[in-house]
Protein backbone atom coordinates (compact mmCIF):
# COMPACT_ATOMS: atom_id res chain seq x y z
CA UNK A 1 0.00 0.00 0.00
CA UNK A 2 2.55 2.51 0.87
CA UNK A 3 4.48 1.31 -2.30
CA UNK A 4 1.47 2.18 -4.41
CA UNK A 5 0.65 5.22 -2.92
CA UNK A 6 4.34 6.65 -3.22
CA UNK A 7 4.51 5.79 -6.81
CA UNK A 8 1.04 7.38 -7.58
CA UNK A 9 1.88 10.34 -5.40
CA UNK A 10 4.99 10.67 -7.87
CA UNK A 11 2.50 12.67 -10.52
CA UNK A 12 0.74 14.41 -7.83
CA UNK A 13 3.76 15.68 -6.74
CA UNK A 14 4.87 17.03 -9.84
CA UNK A 15 1.49 18.53 -11.20
CA UNK A 16 1.31 20.42 -7.96
CA UNK A 17 -1.63 19.15 -6.25
CA UNK A 18 -0.36 17.92 -3.09
CA UNK A 19 -3.44 19.21 -1.09
CA UNK A 20 -5.70 16.78 -3.32
CA UNK A 21 -3.90 13.89 -1.74
CA UNK A 22 -5.79 15.34 1.68
CA UNK A 23 -8.79 16.43 0.20
CA UNK A 24 -9.32 13.08 -1.20
CA UNK A 25 -8.32 11.48 2.20
CA UNK A 26 -10.65 13.29 4.12
CA UNK A 27 -13.57 12.55 1.27
CA UNK A 28 -13.51 8.89 1.50
CA UNK A 29 -14.82 8.72 4.75
CA UNK A 30 -18.69 9.16 3.62
CA UNK A 31 -18.20 6.72 1.15
CA UNK A 32 -16.85 3.93 3.50
CA UNK A 33 -19.72 5.10 5.87
CA UNK A 34 -22.64 5.40 3.13
CA UNK A 35 -21.64 1.78 1.62
CA UNK A 36 -21.47 0.06 4.80
CA UNK A 37 -25.49 1.74 5.76
CA UNK A 38 -26.14 0.26 2.52
CA UNK A 39 -24.88 -3.40 2.65
CA UNK A 40 -24.50 -3.80 6.63
CA UNK A 41 -21.38 -5.25 5.84
CA UNK A 42 -17.63 -4.19 5.93
CA UNK A 43 -16.46 -6.26 2.30
CA UNK A 44 -13.45 -4.47 1.80
CA UNK A 45 -14.73 -4.21 -2.18
CA UNK A 46 -17.88 -2.54 -1.28
CA UNK A 47 -16.49 0.11 0.79
CA UNK A 48 -13.64 0.67 -2.07
CA UNK A 49 -16.67 1.12 -4.38
CA UNK A 50 -17.94 3.45 -1.97
CA UNK A 51 -14.62 5.64 -0.68
CA UNK A 52 -13.68 5.33 -5.03
CA UNK A 53 -17.50 7.36 -5.47
CA UNK A 54 -16.56 9.86 -2.93
CA UNK A 55 -13.25 10.28 -3.26
CA UNK A 56 -13.63 11.01 -6.91
CA UNK A 57 -16.73 13.06 -6.64
CA UNK A 58 -14.27 15.34 -3.85
CA UNK A 59 -11.78 15.89 -6.79
CA UNK A 60 -14.79 16.40 -9.61
CA UNK A 61 -16.32 19.34 -6.87
CA UNK A 62 -12.82 21.12 -6.27
CA UNK A 63 -11.94 21.46 -10.46
CA UNK A 64 -15.80 22.59 -10.58
CA UNK A 65 -15.34 25.35 -7.52
CA UNK A 66 -11.85 26.53 -8.61
CA UNK A 67 -13.15 26.83 -12.49
CA UNK A 68 -16.34 28.22 -12.29
CA UNK A 69 -15.70 30.46 -8.84
CA UNK A 70 -13.12 32.89 -7.88
CA UNK A 71 -12.12 30.87 -5.34
CA UNK A 72 -8.92 29.63 -5.90
CA UNK A 73 -8.11 26.07 -5.93
CA UNK A 74 -6.84 25.88 -2.19
CA UNK A 75 -9.84 27.39 -0.97
CA UNK A 76 -11.66 25.35 -2.45
CA UNK A 77 -9.87 22.23 -1.09
CA UNK A 78 -10.58 23.38 2.16
CA UNK A 79 -14.24 24.10 1.61
CA UNK A 80 -15.04 20.62 0.02
CA UNK A 81 -12.78 18.81 2.49
CA UNK A 82 -14.13 20.19 5.45
CA UNK A 83 -17.87 19.43 3.72
CA UNK A 84 -16.95 16.03 3.23
CA UNK A 85 -15.17 15.20 6.35
CA UNK A 86 -17.59 16.69 8.67
CA UNK A 87 -20.13 14.20 6.64
CA UNK A 88 -18.73 11.30 7.57
CA UNK A 89 -17.90 11.93 10.83
CA UNK A 90 -21.75 12.69 11.38
CA UNK A 91 -22.25 9.26 9.55
CA UNK A 92 -19.99 7.12 11.23
CA UNK A 93 -21.33 8.70 14.61
CA UNK A 94 -24.69 7.50 13.59
CA UNK A 95 -23.56 4.13 12.84
CA UNK A 96 -21.74 3.92 16.33
CA UNK A 97 -24.99 4.35 17.95
CA UNK A 98 -27.10 2.53 15.52
CA UNK A 99 -26.83 -1.04 17.21
CA UNK A 100 -25.00 -2.80 14.47
CA UNK A 101 -22.41 -5.30 15.92
CA UNK A 102 -20.93 -5.61 12.71
CA UNK A 103 -19.50 -1.81 12.26
CA UNK A 104 -17.35 -2.82 15.04
CA UNK A 105 -13.20 -1.51 13.61
CA UNK A 106 -15.35 0.85 11.22
CA UNK A 107 -13.92 4.13 12.92
CA UNK A 108 -10.33 2.73 12.21
CA UNK A 109 -10.82 4.21 8.97
CA UNK A 110 -10.26 7.68 11.22
CA UNK A 111 -7.01 7.28 12.53
CA UNK A 112 -5.97 4.08 10.49
CA UNK A 113 -5.48 0.79 12.62
CA UNK A 114 -3.00 -1.48 11.22
CA UNK A 115 -3.37 -4.38 13.40
CA UNK A 116 -7.55 -4.38 12.42
CA UNK A 117 -7.01 -5.37 8.71
CA UNK A 118 -7.91 -9.00 7.93
CA UNK A 119 -6.23 -11.18 6.01
CA UNK A 120 -9.07 -10.93 3.17
CA UNK A 121 -8.88 -7.32 3.39
CA UNK A 122 -5.14 -7.43 2.93
CA UNK A 123 -5.72 -9.18 -0.19
CA UNK A 124 -8.34 -7.05 -1.49
CA UNK A 125 -6.20 -3.85 -1.13
CA UNK A 126 -2.96 -6.12 -2.40
CA UNK A 127 -5.09 -6.76 -5.78
CA UNK A 128 -6.13 -3.00 -6.28
CA UNK A 129 -2.47 -2.04 -5.46
CA UNK A 130 -1.16 -4.52 -8.60
CA UNK A 131 -3.82 -3.03 -10.44
CA UNK A 132 -2.82 0.46 -9.74
CA UNK A 133 1.27 -0.27 -10.97
CA UNK A 134 -0.01 -2.11 -13.78
CA UNK A 135 -1.71 1.01 -14.82
CA UNK A 136 1.10 3.06 -14.17
CA UNK A 137 3.34 1.08 -15.92
CA UNK A 138 1.43 1.39 -19.15
CA UNK A 139 0.46 4.42 -19.47
CA UNK A 140 3.64 6.05 -17.74
CA UNK A 141 4.73 7.72 -20.77
CA UNK A 142 1.47 9.89 -21.00
CA UNK A 143 1.10 10.75 -17.26
CA UNK A 144 4.26 12.02 -17.44
CA UNK A 145 3.66 14.60 -20.60
CA UNK A 146 0.55 15.61 -18.81
CA UNK A 147 2.21 15.90 -15.58
CA UNK A 148 5.38 18.25 -17.29
CA UNK A 149 3.42 19.98 -19.99
CA UNK A 150 -0.23 19.61 -20.54
CA UNK A 151 -0.41 21.68 -23.53
CA UNK A 152 1.77 19.92 -25.26
CA UNK A 153 0.28 17.26 -24.70
CA UNK A 154 -2.87 18.33 -25.75
CA UNK A 155 -1.20 19.72 -29.17
CA UNK A 156 -0.16 16.49 -30.32
CA UNK A 157 -3.44 15.01 -30.28
CA UNK A 158 -3.95 13.10 -26.75
CA UNK A 159 -6.96 12.76 -25.00
CA UNK A 160 -5.95 14.94 -21.95
CA UNK A 161 -9.25 14.84 -20.42
CA UNK A 162 -9.05 11.08 -20.66
CA UNK A 163 -5.74 10.84 -18.91
CA UNK A 164 -6.31 13.43 -16.47
CA UNK A 165 -9.68 11.53 -15.30
CA UNK A 166 -7.48 7.99 -15.10
CA UNK A 167 -4.82 9.70 -13.18
CA UNK A 168 -6.74 11.13 -11.09
CA UNK A 169 -8.91 7.92 -10.16
CA UNK A 170 -5.64 5.65 -9.47
CA UNK A 171 -4.65 8.71 -7.28
CA UNK A 172 -7.95 7.93 -5.43
CA UNK A 173 -6.94 4.68 -4.91
CA UNK A 174 -4.23 5.01 -3.89
CA UNK A 175 -5.10 6.82 -0.97
CA UNK A 176 -8.56 4.27 -0.49
CA UNK A 177 -6.03 1.02 -0.05
CA UNK A 178 -4.15 3.30 2.55
CA UNK A 179 -6.74 4.81 4.55
CA UNK A 180 -7.21 1.97 6.36
CA UNK A 181 -3.67 1.35 7.51
CA UNK A 182 -3.13 5.45 7.99
CA UNK A 183 -6.33 7.06 8.31
CA UNK A 184 -7.91 9.56 6.79
CA UNK A 185 -5.67 11.87 8.98
CA UNK A 186 -2.21 10.85 7.73
CA UNK A 187 -2.86 9.48 4.44
CA UNK A 188 -1.75 12.30 2.74
CA UNK A 189 1.79 12.24 4.16
CA UNK A 190 2.37 8.84 2.54
CA UNK A 191 0.97 10.23 -0.78
CA UNK A 192 3.06 12.97 -1.23
CA UNK A 193 5.95 12.81 1.54
CA UNK A 194 7.99 9.60 -0.36
CA UNK A 195 7.33 11.43 -3.44
CA UNK A 196 9.02 14.75 -2.08
CA UNK A 197 11.87 13.13 -1.00
CA UNK A 198 12.86 11.17 -3.61
CA UNK A 199 12.63 14.94 -5.56
CA UNK A 200 15.56 15.67 -3.87
CA UNK A 201 17.45 12.77 -4.82
CA UNK A 202 17.29 12.72 -8.98
CA UNK A 203 15.96 14.35 -11.91
CA UNK A 204 14.86 11.73 -13.52
CA UNK A 205 11.07 10.70 -12.55
CA UNK A 206 11.65 7.01 -13.79
CA UNK A 207 14.65 6.48 -10.64
CA UNK A 208 12.41 9.06 -8.26
CA UNK A 209 9.56 6.98 -8.46
CA UNK A 210 11.78 3.57 -7.94
CA UNK A 211 13.40 5.97 -5.14
CA UNK A 212 9.74 6.85 -3.92
CA UNK A 213 8.95 3.52 -3.62
CA UNK A 214 11.57 1.91 -1.51
CA UNK A 215 11.31 4.62 1.09
CA UNK A 216 7.52 3.76 1.28
CA UNK A 217 8.31 0.18 1.41
CA UNK A 218 11.11 1.01 4.40
CA UNK A 219 8.59 3.16 6.00
CA UNK A 220 5.49 0.41 5.93
CA UNK A 221 8.18 -1.97 6.86
CA UNK A 222 10.14 -0.38 10.07
CA UNK A 223 6.83 0.75 11.21
CA UNK A 224 5.05 -2.02 11.57
CA UNK A 225 8.19 -3.34 13.30
CA UNK A 226 7.90 -0.63 15.81
CA UNK A 227 4.60 -1.14 16.37
CA UNK A 228 5.46 -4.89 16.84
CA UNK A 229 8.27 -4.45 19.03
CA UNK A 230 5.69 -1.90 21.03
CA UNK A 231 2.41 -3.06 20.90
CA UNK A 232 0.83 0.09 22.71
CA UNK A 233 2.21 2.25 19.76
CA UNK A 234 -0.16 3.02 16.46
CA UNK A 235 1.50 1.55 13.08
CA UNK A 236 0.21 4.26 10.95
CA UNK A 237 1.39 6.92 12.96
CA UNK A 238 4.77 5.19 13.42
CA UNK A 239 4.95 4.57 9.02
CA UNK A 240 4.47 8.37 8.77
CA UNK A 241 6.87 8.83 11.34
CA UNK A 242 9.41 6.73 9.66
CA UNK A 243 8.86 8.80 6.17
CA UNK A 244 8.85 11.60 7.48
CA UNK A 245 12.40 11.16 8.89
CA UNK A 246 13.40 10.07 5.77
CA UNK A 247 12.00 13.33 4.32
CA UNK A 248 14.28 15.35 6.81
CA UNK A 249 17.63 13.49 5.96
CA UNK A 250 16.67 13.82 2.35
CA UNK A 251 15.98 17.53 2.77
CA UNK A 252 19.16 17.91 4.51
CA UNK A 253 21.64 15.41 3.22
CA UNK A 254 20.96 15.10 -0.57
CA UNK A 255 23.99 15.29 -2.65
CA UNK A 256 22.93 17.97 -5.19
CA UNK A 257 19.25 19.47 -3.57
CA UNK A 258 19.86 19.26 -0.05
CA UNK A 259 20.63 22.04 2.29
CA UNK A 260 23.86 21.56 3.17
CA UNK A 261 24.64 20.92 -0.55
CA UNK A 262 22.91 24.25 -1.35
CA UNK A 263 24.77 25.97 1.40
CA UNK A 264 28.30 24.22 0.34
CA UNK A 265 27.18 26.10 -3.22
CA UNK A 266 26.77 29.56 -1.77
CA UNK A 267 30.29 29.31 -0.09
CA UNK A 268 31.78 28.03 -3.21
CA UNK A 269 30.24 30.97 -5.33
CA UNK A 270 31.12 33.63 -2.88
CA UNK A 271 34.42 32.23 -2.69
CA UNK A 272 34.37 32.75 -6.36
CA UNK A 273 32.84 35.82 -6.88
CA UNK A 274 35.63 37.36 -4.15
CA UNK A 275 38.40 36.46 -6.13
CA UNK A 276 37.29 37.03 -9.41
CA UNK A 277 36.73 40.69 -8.15
CA UNK A 278 40.19 40.65 -6.67
CA UNK A 279 41.87 39.90 -10.39
CA UNK A 280 39.63 42.34 -11.72
CA UNK A 281 40.92 44.46 -9.09
CA UNK A 282 44.65 43.80 -9.88
CA UNK A 283 44.11 44.12 -13.68
CA UNK A 284 42.49 47.60 -12.88
CA UNK A 285 45.11 48.94 -10.94
CA UNK A 286 47.57 47.53 -13.57
CA UNK A 287 45.30 49.69 -16.14
CA UNK A 288 46.02 52.66 -13.29
CA UNK A 289 49.39 51.94 -13.57
CA UNK A 290 50.39 50.61 -16.86
CA UNK A 291 52.00 47.73 -15.10
CA UNK A 292 50.21 44.80 -14.42
CA UNK A 293 53.11 43.02 -12.63
CA UNK A 294 53.73 45.68 -10.24
CA UNK A 295 53.58 44.05 -6.47
CA UNK A 296 50.49 45.07 -4.42
CA UNK A 297 50.00 45.12 -0.46
CA UNK A 298 46.77 44.33 0.92
CA UNK A 299 46.62 47.83 2.35
CA UNK A 300 46.70 49.44 -1.34
CA UNK A 301 44.17 46.75 -2.51
CA UNK A 302 41.47 47.96 0.64
CA UNK A 303 41.84 51.43 -0.35
CA UNK A 304 41.16 50.88 -4.29
CA UNK A 305 37.95 48.11 -3.17
CA UNK A 306 36.47 48.19 0.23
CA UNK A 307 35.98 44.78 1.50
CA UNK A 308 36.50 42.40 4.75
CA UNK A 309 39.97 42.23 5.16
CA UNK A 310 39.57 38.45 6.20
CA UNK A 311 37.76 37.61 2.64
CA UNK A 312 40.67 39.66 1.23
CA UNK A 313 43.38 37.67 2.48
CA UNK A 314 42.08 34.45 2.08
CA UNK A 315 40.97 35.30 -1.23
CA UNK A 316 44.90 36.26 -2.00
CA UNK A 317 45.71 32.81 -0.54
CA UNK A 318 43.06 30.61 -2.86
CA UNK A 319 44.20 32.75 -6.05
CA UNK A 320 48.12 32.03 -4.78
CA UNK A 321 47.38 28.06 -4.65
CA UNK A 322 45.60 28.79 -8.12
CA UNK A 323 48.70 30.07 -9.48
CA UNK A 324 47.06 33.20 -10.51
CA UNK A 325 49.19 35.43 -8.14
CA UNK A 326 52.51 35.33 -7.09
CA UNK A 327 53.63 36.07 -2.87
CA UNK A 328 56.41 37.88 -1.79
CA UNK A 329 56.52 38.26 1.56
CA UNK A 330 53.40 40.61 2.26
CA UNK A 331 52.77 41.40 -1.32
CA UNK A 332 50.82 40.09 -4.08
CA UNK A 333 51.17 40.23 -8.25
CA UNK A 334 50.06 39.02 -11.45
CA UNK A 335 51.03 35.74 -12.84
CA UNK A 336 50.14 35.48 -16.35
CA UNK A 337 47.12 32.84 -15.66
CA UNK A 338 46.14 35.56 -13.57
CA UNK A 339 46.60 38.81 -15.57
CA UNK A 340 44.62 37.07 -18.81
CA UNK A 341 41.68 35.85 -15.88
CA UNK A 342 41.20 39.54 -14.51
CA UNK A 343 41.71 40.47 -18.24
CA UNK A 344 38.34 38.81 -18.70
CA UNK A 345 36.66 39.47 -15.62
CA UNK A 346 37.31 43.25 -16.47
CA UNK A 347 35.60 42.76 -20.24
CA UNK A 348 32.85 40.92 -18.72
CA UNK A 349 31.86 43.52 -16.97
CA UNK A 350 32.22 46.54 -19.14
CA UNK A 351 30.66 45.08 -21.75
CA UNK A 352 27.57 44.18 -19.58
CA UNK A 353 27.82 47.90 -19.15
CA UNK A 354 27.50 48.56 -22.28
CA UNK A 355 25.00 45.94 -23.18
CA UNK A 356 22.60 47.63 -20.58
CA UNK A 357 23.04 51.15 -21.52
CA UNK A 358 22.74 50.34 -25.10
CA UNK A 359 19.41 48.25 -25.18
CA UNK A 360 17.93 48.63 -21.72
CA UNK A 361 18.10 52.66 -22.04
CA UNK A 362 19.65 52.57 -18.74
CA UNK A 363 22.05 55.66 -17.13
CA UNK A 364 25.50 54.67 -17.59
CA UNK A 365 25.77 55.54 -13.22
CA UNK A 366 23.48 53.32 -12.85
CA UNK A 367 24.87 50.19 -14.50
CA UNK A 368 27.91 49.14 -12.13
CA UNK A 369 25.98 47.12 -9.66
CA UNK A 370 24.20 44.75 -12.32
CA UNK A 371 27.44 44.63 -14.07
CA UNK A 372 29.25 43.26 -10.72
CA UNK A 373 26.43 40.78 -10.53
CA UNK A 374 26.35 39.18 -13.81
CA UNK A 375 30.16 39.40 -14.86
CA UNK A 376 30.93 36.34 -12.55
CA UNK A 377 28.29 34.02 -14.28
CA UNK A 378 28.28 35.00 -18.19
CA UNK A 379 29.67 32.21 -20.00
CA UNK A 380 32.17 32.14 -23.03
CA UNK A 381 29.56 31.36 -25.52
CA UNK A 382 27.23 34.21 -23.83
CA UNK A 383 30.23 36.35 -24.32
CA UNK A 384 30.83 35.40 -28.05
CA UNK A 385 27.15 36.58 -28.18
CA UNK A 386 27.16 39.66 -26.46
CA UNK A 387 30.15 40.93 -28.64
CA UNK A 388 28.52 39.87 -31.76
CA UNK A 389 25.58 42.31 -30.58
CA UNK A 390 27.50 45.15 -30.12
CA UNK A 391 29.78 44.84 -32.71
CA UNK A 392 32.90 44.19 -30.38
CA UNK A 393 32.98 47.99 -28.93
CA UNK A 394 36.35 49.37 -27.79
CA UNK A 395 34.91 51.19 -24.78
CA UNK A 396 32.65 51.03 -22.69
CA UNK A 397 29.98 53.78 -21.40
CA UNK A 398 32.16 55.31 -19.16
CA UNK A 399 34.83 55.60 -21.73
CA UNK A 400 37.14 53.31 -20.34
CA UNK A 401 38.44 50.90 -22.78
CA UNK A 402 36.94 47.66 -23.26
CA UNK A 403 40.25 44.87 -23.06
CA UNK A 404 40.48 41.80 -25.70
CA UNK A 405 43.52 39.53 -25.77
CA UNK A 406 45.64 41.51 -27.17
CA UNK A 407 45.49 44.05 -24.64
Not at 339 to 359: P, S, V
Request: charged share 20%.
Amino acid sequence: MTVCSAVVGCFTFLRKRALIGDAVAHSVLPGVCLSFLLTGDKNPFVLLIGAFITGGLSIFLVEFISSKTKLKEDSAIGIVLSVFFGIGILLLTAIQHGGNANQSGLDSFLFGKAASILPEDLYSFGLVGIILLIGVFFFFKEFTLISFDRNFAEAIGLPVKMLEFMLTSITVLAVVTGIQAVGVVLMAAMLITPAAAARYWTHNLTIMMLVAAMMGAFSGIFGAYISYLAPSMPTGPWIVMVISMIAIISFTFAPVKGVFARLRKQIKNQKQITDENILKLFFQLGEKDQDFFTQRSIHTLLERRPMRKDHLKNGLARLTEQGFLNKTKDHWKFTEAGKAKGQRIARLHRLWELYLTQYLQLAPDHVHDDAETIEHIITPELESKILEQLQYPKVDPHDTKIPYKDF
